[in-house]
Structure formats: structure tokens, C-alpha cells
């Protein structure tokens, strides 16, 4: 799936590849710090940030419960 926004589709692509690896390389064997793709995604959320802010995108929080 792509990005929100097309310029931040590599670093999408890279963050969930090294989630991926991650997931099935540490997280599945029992080692929850999720620590190694930080950076990671902190460059694609800080993309996605800017891209929802020049598309005047708006999102609303939901409390548990509320879609249900």
C-alpha cells in the first residue's frame, strides 16, 4: 500500500521493511524493544505530518468505544 502522500513512499517502503524484519526476525521470537526502526519511522511520520498539513488534511481522535 502506498503512502498518504507520494514523495514519502520510499521512506515508507523502507520503514516497513525494516519492520518486517523486525517483526519475524526479533519481535516473534520474544525481543519487544522496537527500538531499531525508530528512525525510521520517525522520518516517515515527520513526511506524513507535512503532507496531511499541505493537503489540509485534519484528523479526528476517536476513545475507545466510539466506533463501535
Known sequence: MDSIGENCNELKKQYDSCFL?????RFLKGDTNDEVCAPFFKVYQQCVK???YCNNLKFVHFRDGDLS
Open 21 to 25: 524484519n523486525w517483526f519475524s526476525g
Open 50 to 52: 507535512v503532507c496531511t
